[in-house]
């Protein structure tokens, strides 16, 4: 019976706990985030206040707080802070997930998609070369 014991740990020690794929889903590239950024230049852009509002200082940041941007009723009493987690529920759908945003834009559906570009968001957003 410990003999058995034992070869049990030993196989969990060997082989390792089997990862969750959502945890391997959730990495995201930044390059290729990058590359999805594009898709909402036509209204945001990093540094400066656009049709949207800038993304400087995004992560950490109440939702619809920038002062000096002119938000939908909606979005400022959304009430979330962005994070990996905010940002994902929110890029999924929009219009579903703050219903009476005036940003009419449909969404990232693709998770890898939204998890590249949060992760490009991340960096990008507290780049002091691009942030100043
Ligand atoms: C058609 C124009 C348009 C496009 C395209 C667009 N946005 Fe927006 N975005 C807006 C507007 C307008 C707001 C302000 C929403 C409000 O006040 O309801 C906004 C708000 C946001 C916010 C909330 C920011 C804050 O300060 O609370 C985030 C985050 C955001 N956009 C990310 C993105 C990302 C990432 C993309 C590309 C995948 C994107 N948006 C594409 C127009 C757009």
Redesign the pocket.
Known sequence: MRSLVATCLLAILVVGFPIPRAAQAATGDPARGED??H??L???ALNHNS???R?CG?FG?Q????KG?S??T??KKYGVT?NEET?DH??EN?LKA?PG?????AG?KDAQERAD?IAY?KQATSDPKICN
Request: hydrophobic fraction near 45%; include cysteine.
């Open positions: 999805i950024y898709r909402c036509a209204c945001h049709v949207g509002p993304h995004l940041r939702a619809g707080t920038l941007y938000y939908s909606a979005m962005w940002l929110f890029l929009p703050v945003t005036k940003m009419g834009y990232v570009l968001l």
